[in-house]
């Protein structure tokens, strides 16, 4: 057996749990991750052909090491580009990945997110603010009447697409991430994946070119000024549509979901407002929106003691790193905003870290979250109807039913 969570392969071979019910990760994973997190943080899982790593000290090592641990998977890499029509930045690794991502970067900097995209973020909130204030609160649902449309509305601006409706964007966002996660090949998923990337590409063979003649300061145009051809360009932005709009959606329910249930902190926010920050942060720990994403390995090594072949799939599954009780030090599996300060990894890290978590903070955790509390003080989780978790690779609340006096 071997010491360190790195080494050479002179480890065991992994564990097997075979217990591992996808059914169960889908309606609530968090039992499943703290038991592989005690048996053993680097698991062989055969129903989803995957090593999963649960350690928060392995995720991290993974993430800092794509020499070993590649981005450019088979399985869901192959779905990735059936779906988006080339490979984007996220399944591709340094130099050829740095490339790409540079060319977003300046226009998700926290400069260009406070003074570009924060006024275009207020505007859009205070607009669905005024949607909600119209729908009865005896029907209300958070996801579908403010979440969704809200983070839609900001990544069309922050992707400049014009003319795309709320609604029209998160289609694509939900059609394209079903479509890199169909490895089951399942023709209604392909159907509106395939649905979703002509639309996009023939929207971009005219945005393209008109931003090639009139740049402006969206990812879109940043992307075509950057001399990457056309097709890497397109698949950037529908990477970009994939991810941008389903995790901050998630974020926003999960947000209220986390304050509902810890009212003394919610109170606390609402006479501090300086720890927003905090309970996004928080919040994005607890309850990560992308609790899993995939790595391959280029070589056998050992992490954790177990050996790992060349090529062997892996889960690098953040979510359970988020609560690893070796990481956090204090009841991790509390909502606490008064934790100690220590790094997670809902954003990822390393060369992949998320590109828009800087916007992602200022939209959700410094304008959307605290402006709908603040504008609706008694708005609450609504118990006459229920609401829905769902997934585990990404996890949100597909239905929040919520209420307010009136
Ligand atoms: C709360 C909201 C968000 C969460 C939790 C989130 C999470 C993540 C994670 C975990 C990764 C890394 C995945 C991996 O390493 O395989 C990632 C990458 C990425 N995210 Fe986000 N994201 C969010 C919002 C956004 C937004 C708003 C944008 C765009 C405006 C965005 C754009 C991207 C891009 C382009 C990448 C690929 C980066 C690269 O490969 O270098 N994300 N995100």
Known sequence: MSGGPIGEPVGSAAPVADWVIPQELMQDPYPTYLRLQRETPVAWVPVLNKYLVTGYAECHAIELDQDT???QVQGSGATMIRTLGENPMLRKNDPEHAVERQAINPTLRPK?????????????????LEVLAGADPDSAELNRDYAAPLASQNLIDLLGLPNVEPDTMRRWSHAFIAGTGNLHDDPA???AADTARAEVD?????????????????????????????SIVAANVKLTIAGGMNEPQHMVTNMVWALHHHPDQRQQVADDPSLWPTVFDEAARWLSPIGMYPRETTRPVTLCGVTLPAGAPIGVVVGAANRDPNHFDVHPELFDIHRRKQPHLAFGSGVHLCAGHWAAKASIGQIAVPSLLAKFPSLRVDHRRVSEWNGWVFRGLTHLPVTWDH
């Open 69 to 71: 641990y590649s981005a």
């Open 112 to 128: 260009a997110v406070q003074q570009r995209w924060t006024p275009i973020f207020d505007r859009n909130a205070e607009h669905y």
């Open 189 to 191: 998923i392909w159907n």
């Open 202 to 230: 023939a929207l971009l063979d005219e945005l393209i070119p008109h931003y090639r003649a009139q740049p402006n300061d969206s990812m879109t145009s940043a992307l075509v000024h950057s001399g990457l051809p056309h």
